[in-house]
T-cell receptor, first 110, second 112 residues
């Protein structure tokens, strides 16, 4: 199974700023997935990141707010832009095999 | 697209009793059904999964059953222990490069 490294593990950010979350996989994968888990809620897919093309966003998520990069087959970043307290969540990346997640990034916006 | 319903949202059982969590899905093409356990402050951890070519899978005190005709699958935990207390999520997907769709979760409390 793939080993997924995600960082930072947590951060506290000021509203209006941006945070970039990194996800590194130890093997080449076609698809990477970014999820959000709001407090007390389930996991919701933000977008699918396919190397060499623009990410595909789910309803309710837009590129301007959550830009994603996928420069190669082992790495992706998710940026949470112009943050507000409502963005406080756990953000998780996963790969196409999908059984496993990165460690998650616990984001608190103050 | 796929829609996964999970019940109950909360479940309390006495230590030693069994716990059952049920999920239904809508997409008949789904063929992979994992279950995750999430403890407070941690990421979801895969505890068991089942594919559509089998009807049941067991791993020690944990088992999952799948009924493809009815499009539902269930998690069974026997001889529950306090350390089983957590939030459990079911999920479903079909083959290929499609993402998992999650149920809303069940908060299980095992009372000693």
């Amino acid at each position: 199974s793939a080993v997924i490294s995600q960082k930072p593990s947590r951060d506290i950010c000021q509203r209006g700023t941006s945070l970039t979350i990194q996800c590194q996989v130890d093997s080449q994968v076609t698809m990477m997935f970014w999820y959000r888990q709001q407090p007390g809620q389930s996991l919701t897919l933000i977008a699918t990141a396919n190397q060499g093309s623009e990410a595909t966003y789910e309803s309710g998520f837009v590129i301007d707010k959550f830009p994603i990069s996928r420069p190669n087959l082992t790495f992706s970043t998710l940026t949470v832009s112009n943050m507000s307290p409502e963005d406080s969540s756990i953000y998780l990346c996963s790969v196409q095999s999908e059984a496993f997640f990165g460690q998650g990034t616990r984001l608190t916006v103050v | 697209g796929e829609n996964v319903e999970q019940h109950p949202s909360t479940l309390s059982v006495q230590e030693g009793d069994s716990a059952v969590i049920k999920c239904t899905y809508s997409d008949s093409a789904s063929n992979y059904f994992p279950w995750y356990k999430q403890e407070l402050g941690k990421r979801p951890q895969l505890i068991i999964d089942i594919r559509s070519n089998v009807g049941e899978k067991k791993d020690q005190r944990i088992a999952v059953t799948l009924n493809k005709t009815a499009k539902h699958f269930s998690l069974h935990i026997t001889e529950t222990q306090p350390e089983d207390s957590a939030v459990y999520f079911c999920a479903a997907k079909n083959s290929g490069n499609t993402p998992l769709v999650f149920g809303k979760g069940t908060r299980l409390s095992v009372i000693a």
